[in-house]
């Protein structure tokens, strides 16, 4: 519990940090304001609780407030759906059923298999808890890397990201990209701080990747539901995927990301022309020829 109020008070200091006071509806105090965002009172004013309250639960103080106070603070602080979602799971309230806790090997059932390979032309991943990949088509094998190949521990998109050089050059938009994934695995471990093995990424990630501890530190959260990546594809060149994510009822620690492109486009084009190849290229039973985790050609082996 220390821990979760530790985060959530790290979590209102940099929401309010980053609110832009002209915009937040206050009155004006001709006070000149010597750091950015908001101050506590006003924050504290915006929702309609008394500064002395607003200041302890900053503080990281041992208080639970009532879902109407969580909502009221999230709308003083501009927080976007995914900043309110993380408030309410750092606060321990929600309007929802608490979702059972379920913290062993995650596992694809056979029919989720069997969808992944139904998007024949198109690649797609199922991503669980802590961004782990659970599952990917020959195509998505292709385009980002052959997760299955790499040891257990290893199969896992966030360290990919920040650990692997080929996902450095794979993507030409790497620090947008990489920061989703920073902020999508802040919103994860919102969701269930007490879970060892995001505890683990956690730290391991913060030990070998400056660049990931420093935009943890700034708590941003990101619900990943929909975008573009831009690539620099060794075999095909540079094309650009859109992505639209499907969470699966039943289980909301799983998610299915499909990644298209533009009908007729140069990504398209790029996207059948590797399609191609894996089926008719040497070692298309393991969807590539090109091992992007480590950079070599197969065909030169």
Not at 34 to 42: A, K
Not at 82 to 95: C, F, I, P, S
Not at 220 to 226: A, P, S
Not at 267 to 295: E, I, M, N, Q, V
């Amino acid at each position: 519990m220390a821990e979760t109020n530790r985060e959530l008070a790290d979590f209102l200091r940099r929401a309010r940090s980053q609110v832009d006071p002209s915009r937040a509806g206050l009155p004006p105090d001709g006070r000149v304001r010597r750091v950015p965002g908001l101050r506590r009172e006003e924050v504290a004013f915006l929702a309609g609780v008394s500064a002395d309250y607003y200041a302890r639960l900053e503080q990281g103080r041992r208080i639970t407030p009532s879902p109407s106070v969580v909502e009221a603070i999230g709308r003083a602080l501009g927080l976007d759906d995914a900043g309110r979602v993380h408030l309410h799971d750092l606060t321990g309230v929600t309007t929802m059923p608490v979702r059972r806790r379920t913290r062993g090997v995650q596992r694809v059932r056979p029919g989720l298999y069997q969808l992944l390979d139904a998007f024949d032309g198109e690649p797609a991943l199922v991503l669980g808890r802590r961004t782990d990949v659970l599952a990917a088509n020959r195509m998505a094998k292709a385009l980002f890397a052959d997760f299955e190949r790499m040891p257990p521990r290893q199969r896992n998109y966030a360290r990919w990201m920040f650990l692997d050089d080929a996902a450095r050059s794979l993507f030409v938009d790497w620090e947008v990209q990489a920061r989703a994934a920073v902020e999508s695995l802040r919103l994860d471990a919102g969701r269930d701080p007490d879970d060892h093995a995001t505890a683990a990424l956690i730290a391991e990630l913060r030990e070998h990747s400056r660049q990931f501890a420093h935009w943890w530190e700034q708590h941003r959260v990101h619900q990943r539901t929909h975008g573009s990546k831009r690539l620099r594809h060794p075999l095909v060149g540079e094309l650009t995927v859109e992505f639209e994510t499907l969470c699966l009822p039943g289980d909301p620690d799983v998610t299915l990301f499909l990644y298209t492109a533009e009908a007729g486009s140069c990504s398209k084009l790029a996207l059948d022309l590797l399609a191609s190849w894996t089926l008719s290229g040497p070692g298309a039973d393991t969807a590539s020829p090109y091992d992007l985790r480590t950079g070599t050609d197969d065909r030169a082996r």
